[in-house]
């Protein structure tokens, strides 16, 4: 046999191994969900009915300290998709033409990556919500989304959902191609700004009801509004509890979408190989959930599922994990390492060792945090750092008031919080909409002593040496990501001319301004 024949022989025999069913993870199935919070049974919610959610975390390791590093939605994709905080590849706000939100042209995504590392051999595909951009940044080689559908019909229809389905696994079977796909329903996302006919939710589109349209493979469950505990965070009204029946409704159905996905994926044989992964862009829409940094706005459901036999199953991680580690981890089944040359401001970590061992608990383990705007009209940058104890927010535009989105603002909720504010009529909410709006440029919380993150430490005394070490470590990691606000909001960043192999923070002049400069301990020449 000739040198050439071997090669080739070669290349087909690792491409088969890449794709026979044998136990070992050759795929990767992403479920994405559009907003949602822990309105699930697997995570003690006693209402919601979402029975193949359940199933899945009864098979997968379920994560008890998992976070979104930005409370948006596009921004949050782009993390996932490039692993890279918003500052970094640019994702700053929702993707929206008009408004012209795309990662930097340099950025490049888990589809265009794979593709490349695997000359063509390994299948992408996007069904559902993509909500990203530029397209040639992240093009995917199968895509069924709101680019080519309405999104309600791409992104709640889950019948259509399911066909796409069958169609992308079609395809890479008849290929033989190992895959990664991303099915990113839109629910429980809020419609009710755009389409108030079909409720706050969407939650009646698709329902059978008159004027609604069905959607054949949807059984809608309905709740009584007047049975739902509220969380702690949300007002303690019947206004609430309205919202919250229409919400756990459209989850309902997010959860079936989920259910049909998973058995056309057992059918077409790919269970037995393919990691899935469960979990939600950022926060529900309420008012400390979504574009907040608080642990309502970022702490996310997540479950991983893996078919090798010795993985963990009903079983629960306390490891402190970002949306940022799933960009590594698939790059870690795929048995690729992280593209420091093309990708250099990646810092996640590959979960699939916690699906053999739990790491010993560190109190100091960190996640971060990159929040710049939401809408356009949401210039809003914050910066994070959440231990497994302590949690510091450093909000550069503190002088502001903390911006609203316009679904949010429509909502009834926001609307009785607003209006109950205008009249002076009590409320039962834990917070007012004064401090809401208006926020210290430091927020530092003990989360295991103040869980709803209402007393502030920053201004204590007896915290002061805290606070230090949390800067420290925040500045530590704006700078490892070349973030363009790492100065701000009290310094100027030069990086180049003279400054470019060492870039500074450099004084506004702080002792006319009142604030001496040396206050500002965090801001040192790098």
């Known amino acids: 046999m000739s040198f050439k024949y071997i090669k080739i022989a070669i290349y087909l025999l690792c491409l088969s191994g890449l794709s026979k069913v044998s136990g070992e993870t050759k795929n990767v199935l992403i479920l994405l969900a559009d907003d949602a919070g822990f309105e699930m049974g697997a995570y003690l ?6 029975p193949n959610l359940d199933e899945l975390a009864k098979r997968s390791l379920i994560f ?3 976070f979104t590093s930005v409370s948006s939605c596009s921004p949050s994709r782009a993390q996932i998709l490039t692993g890279q905080a918003s500052h970094v590849n640019g994702m700053y706000g929702l993707h929206q033409g008009v408004h012209n ?35 040639e940044n992240f093009r995917f080689d199968y895509e069924q989304t709101e680019e080519h559908h309405s999104i309600n019909q791409i992104g709640r229809n889950i019948t259509n959902i399911k066909q796409y389905t069958k169609e992308f696994l079609t395809k890479a079977k008849n290929e033989n191609k190992p895959f990664f796909l ?28 008159e004027g609604m349209g069905t959607i054949p493979d949807w059984k809608p469950i309905y709740y009584d509004w007047r049975n739902l505990e509220i969380p702690a965070y949300l007002p303690q009204t019947n206004i609430a509890q309205q919202e919250l029946a229409a919400q756990y409704m459209t989850m309902s159905r997010l959860d079936q979408g989920v259910g049909l996905v998973l058995k056309e994926l057992k059918e077409y044989g790919f269970n037995e190989n393919t990691l899935v992964i469960f979990t939600s862009d950022n926060g ?25 036999p010795e993985s963990r199953r009903h079983d629960t991680t306390s490891a402190m994990t ?4 799933i960009f590594p981890t698939v790059m870690d089944v795929f048995h690729f390492n992280t593209p420091n040359n093309t990708i250099p401001k990646t810092t996640g970590k590959s979960l699939l060792p916690l699906l053999h061992a739990e790491p010993k608990p560190d109190e100091n383990d960190a996640v971060f945090g990159s929040q710049n705007f939401h809408e356009i009209t949401m210039n809003y940058p914050m ?32 609307q009785q919080i607003l209006n109950a504010t205008i009249t002076k009529t009590s409320l039962p909410w834990y917070k007012t909409l004064q401090t809401y709006y208006r926020r ?3 927020e530092l919380y003990d989360i295991k002593a103040d869980p709803m993150e209402l007393k502030n430490l920053a201004t204590k005394p007896s915290y002061k040496k805290k606070l230090l070490e949390l800067l420290q470590l925040l500045y530590k990691w704006q700078v490892e990501t070349d973030d363009p606000w790492r100065c701000a909001p009290h310094a100027v960043l030069e990086s180049q001319g003279p400054f470019k192999d060492n870039p500074a923070c450099l004084s506004l002049g702080h002792d006319a301004l009142g604030k001496p400069f040396a206050d500002y301990e965090k801001y040192v020449i790098v």
């Open 101 to 135: 939100f795309n990662v930097l042209p340099q950025v490049t995504s888990l589809p265009n990556i794979l593709r490349q590392k695997s000359n063509g051999s390994i299948l992408s595909g996007i069904i559902g919500k993509k909500h990203v951009g530029a397209a």
């Open 64 to 66: 008890n300290n998992a």
């Open 182 to 209: 991303m099915v990113a329903f839109h629910d429980p996302h809020r419609c009710g700004h755009i389409t108030p006919q079909y409720g706050e939710f969407c939650e009646r589109w698709g329902s059978g009801e």
């Open 284 to 308: 529900p829409p309420f008012p400390g959930g979504r574009t907040n940094l608080y642990d309502f706005g970022i702490r996310e459901p997540m479950f991983m599922y893996s078919p090798e």
């Open 440 to 442: 210290p440029e430091y």
């Open 322 to 325: 970002s949306l940022l580690d």
């Open 383 to 414: 910066r994070m750092i959440r231990n497994r104890r302590y949690k510091l927010i450093h909000n550069l535009n503190y002088w502001s008031y903390f911006p609203i989105d316009q679904d949010l603002y429509t909502s009834p909720t926001f």
């Open 45 to 50: 919610n006693k209402f919601c009915q979402t």
